[in-house]
């Protein structure tokens, strides 16, 4: 629906025998609503949030964020549900007639219980803990703890377990990680924080203050650790859309990839993949 141009009303009002012509004209905001739908997650939509609120904002232009699971963008965008998916899970195949575009990079974090006195994890035992080798804390300077994986976050479970595996796929990740229906980012925080044996993962940003995120090889994600290589659990944001962008949705993908998009997404401890000079 276009915006359009306030309409003009004619009245006459008797005034001591004489009609006065008097107009009143109606105002309207001028506001493009556009049937545009993106499908996100828990784990992409507070970036998505602030962008498309920015882009509203900055044009009149608002799209329609439609929450679902992240895994279910890749197929639905192929079909046509959205014009838009969004997803940070691992994309090896861009579906058929779609392309992809990666607006940043999300570090992947690893919580712990604040009681957990373990700060820290090489890399090496990271791949102990989701091989199943390391089955309690104590292995890695911690209590006499078992370890329980808190893994409800779809997207990052499927990154961080190829990342991860010793074994250079997903199967063997895969048979410790629990996956639930559920908000998997206040969730994630919430039972972490309850449970002292827990390690929980998360996107870096969206990690509770009740809890604490562990370092990896001495290494927090930031953009610098990662330009360096020394923190190493990252993955895409992506959007997938259908066919060529074009219209308000190369738009707004031009948007997200200019300086004021990605400033947005550095506010939220992303990593940028456009930088100013």
Request: proline share 6%; net charge positive.
């Amino acid at each position: 629906m276009e915006g359009y141009l306030p309409k003009r009303i004619k009245m006459f009002v008797p005034l001591k025998g004489l009609f006065v012509c008097v107009f009143l004209v109606s105002v309207s905001l001028p506001v493009l609503a556009v049937d545009i739908k993106i499908g996100v997650d828990h784990c992409t939509s507070p970036v998505m949030e602030r962008l498309t609120e920015a882009f509203g904002k900055k044009t009149g232009t608002y799209f329609r964020l439609i929450p679902g699971l992240c895994p279910s963008w890749v197929k639905k965008i192929e079909e046509g549900e959205v014009h838009v998916g969004v997803t940070t899970q691992f994309v090896t195949d861009v579906p058929k007639g779609c392309t992809r575009v990666v607006i940043a990079k999300a570090p992947i974090a690893l919580i712990v219980n604040k009681k957990n006195k373990v700060k820290n994890l090489s890399f090496k035992q990271l791949q102990g803990i989701f091989s199943g080798e390391i089955t309690n804390w104590k292995e890695v300077g911690g209590k006499d703890l078992p370890i329980k994986l808190v893994m409800l976050q779809a997207c990052v479970t499927d990154t961080l377990s190829k990342q991860v595996s010793p074994y250079g796929t997903e199967l063997e990740a895969r048979k410790i990680f629990p996956f639930v229906r559920v908000n998997s980012v206040v969730d994630t925080n919430k039972i972490v924080a309850e449970e002292e044996a827990t390690l929980g993962q998360i996107i870096y940003g969206y990690a509770s203050p009740k809890v604490r995120v562990l370092k990896i090889d001495g290494y927090l994600p930031s953009e610098s650790n990662f330009l360096s290589s020394n923190y190493r659990l990252y993955e895409d944001y992506n959007l997938l859309v259908v066919g060529e962008p074009s219209g308000k949705v190369k738009e707004f993908i031009d948007f997200a990839l200019s300086p004021e998009g990605q400033k947005i997404v550095a506010g939220m401890k992303h990593i940028p993949v456009k930088r100013t000079p």
